[in-house]
């Protein structure tokens, strides 16, 4: 029988990659957008790697009341000041950093929703056992 290396996934942390290079908000080259699922069908939108300089209150003003949604500020002591937005902002948020030439198109990351499926977690568990 042919041996299959098969890795079920575990919690998935959205700022993993941000944690693995170990700075904080500001210090990269990068702005990552990112959406995590809440419950059902809510999500919720995080902007961070925005430069240190820029007012993150005025920015987060201003998202709110362009996209009517709400949103806040939260300081994290590894990843710095992040921005919180209710539902899939991704794209309005690249649109108003770029337009507003707080940053550069080449320099935002959209990163998506990574979701398993229960039908996906039991396909692995089956072929997992079958490896057996």
């Given at each position: 029988m042919v041996g299959l290396e098969i890795e079920i996934p575990s919690a998935f942390d959205p700022f993993a990659d941000a944690k693995q290079s170990g700075g904080a908000g500001g210090t990269k080259e990068y702005v990552h957008i990112r959406i995590q699922q809440r419950?059902?069908?809510?999500?919720?939108?995080?902007?961070?790697?925005?430069?240190?300089?820029?007012?993150?209150?005025?920015?987060?003003?201003?998202?709110?009341?362009?996209?009517?949604?709400?949103?806040?500020?939260?300081?994290?002591?590894?990843?710095?000041?992040?921005?919180?937005?209710q539902g899939d902002q991704r794209k309005n948020v690249q649109n108003f950093l770029v337009s507003q030439n707080l940053v550069k198109k080449d320099q935002i990351k959209i990163h998506a929703i990574r979701?398993?499926?229960?039908?996906?977690l039991k396909?692995?568990?089956?072929?997992?056992?079958?490896?057996?």
């Open positions: 419950n059902g069908k809510k999500s919720l939108t995080t902007v961070q790697g925005l430069p240190k300089e820029l007012s993150y209150e005025r920015i987060l003003k201003t998202l709110k009341k362009d996209f009517c949604c709400n949103g806040n500020v939260v300081q994290d002591k590894e990843l710095g000041k992040v921005i919180q937005l979701v398993f499926s229960l039908a996906v396909l692995f568990v089956v072929l997992e056992f079958l490896a057996l």
